[in-house]
């Protein structure tokens, strides 16, 4: 293991929104820090989306701070304009982001800070910690009996990269977010579809329930405050067809089934007897927070998830937790970015306090 220096007062993990917001309010309030990427290049996991996924299509991309977002081609790959603009923001702001560097584990240490490490064994000593790794890389995929069998093609829709690689097949998506909606609108006219959910889909007509996006994180925090692992933003407000999808619409796309009860080898069954082929199971099926390097510093409640106090982790406030629950979304994301700076000032601040009256000395105004 080789330690990088000998101790930071913030380090960042992630770059994406969330993180790149910490970063630029760590800056602002003076507090020296360092962020550490796992991606080669900026855009979070924005760079990994779709081909087909243009900026007209993104539910909402929200400004970072300190830099409107550019004015361009709505038909533009998102994949393309996010990261270019995260870039700049990096760039303009002169952000201490390191990459690659991907972070597996952080340990506390004896005397009271903690220990980032990275896989290629390299360490980062650090007062405090802002978790800001989302959860891109921690697709979910639920176990349904017999999938095992099923001779077709699976994947997850973080790996889906536009219609052209489905067209002609018969695809199965499951999932009941806007993912989901959102993959069948570019499929459904170039394959044949079939939509299975857990549960019936909620929809939110666009013009009589406008989205509340406070509303809909308010919801998410609630949770979050009473221990449970999170539910994302988009779960709580409700679907809503857009213009580009009403081709789909009318293709029946959007006629739901249930989830199968087993999958055989050229297809599934449900659970009234009847029997579906299909070449392609799409799962739409979300992602779960990418928590696993904070697991050394035991911060789970009893009901599994991570209780926040803001962005502070109430079993450990040294740690600040953004991209997590609430801010998991861009809609809250900036907001975390902030909140997760301030706290940090604050905490070292009341450090340097207490280390000022054991010496006998004033603490710095």
Request: aromatic content about 6%.
């Amino acid at each position: 293991m080789s330690t990088t220096r000998s101790l930071h007062d913030a380090v960042v993990v992630g770059a994406g929104q969330a993180g790149l917001s910490a970063s630029f309010h760590l800056r602002r309030l003076g507090v020296e820090h360092v962020v550490l990427d796992a991606y080669a290049a900026p855009g979070g996991a924005w760079q990994h989306r779709a081909h087909s996924l243009t900026m007209a299509d993104v539910h909402g991309v929200a400004a970072l701070p300190g830099l409107p977002l550019p004015d361009g081609d709505p038909h533009a790959p998102a994949r393309e304009v996010v990261p270019a603009y995260f870039a700049e923001h990096e760039a303009r702001f002169a952000l201490p982001v390191e990459r690659p560097v991907d972070v597996t584990r952080v340990d506390p240490e004896p005397d009271g800070t903690l220990l980032v490490r990275a896989r290629d064994g390299r360490a980062w000593p650090t007062r405090t910690l802002v978790s800001a790794t989302g959860t891109w890389r921690r697709p979910f995929v639920p176990h349904v009996a017999g999938i095992e069998t099923f001779a077709g093609r699976t994947l997850h829709s973080s790996a889906y990269d536009g219609p052209a690689d489905l067209a002609g097949r018969t695809v199965l998506v499951v999932g009941g977010g806007a993912s989901a909606v959102q993959l069948l609108g570019e499929v459904a006219g170039t394959s044949r579809t079939l939509w299975a959910t857990r549960r019936p889909p909620l929809w939110r007509d666009g013009e009589v329930e406008p989205f509340d996006g406070r509303a809909a994180v308010a919801l998410v925090e609630e949770r979050v405050r009473r221990g449970l692992p999170p539910r994302s933003v988009v779960s709580v407000t409700g679907l809503h067809l857009r213009p580009q999808e009403q081709r789909a619409v009318a293709l029946g796309a959007y006629a739901r089934l249930p989830m199968p009860q087993r999958f055989v080898p050229d297809g599934a069954v449900w659970a009234d007897g009847s029997h579906r082929a299909f070449d392609v199971v799409v799962w739409a099926t979300g992602f779960r927070p990418d928590t696993g390097h904070l697991a050394p510093l035991q911060l789970r409640a009893p009901g599994g998830g991570i209780v926040l106090d803001g962005t502070t982790v109430v079993a450990d406030p040294r740690v600040q937790l953004v991209g997590y629950g609430p801010s998991a979304s861009t809609i809250g994301a900036n907001r975390a970015g902030r909140a997760a700076a301030v706290a940090v000032r604050d905490r070292l601040a009341a450090g340097a306090d207490v280390t000022s009256a054991r010496r006998g000395t004033p603490a710095p105004a």
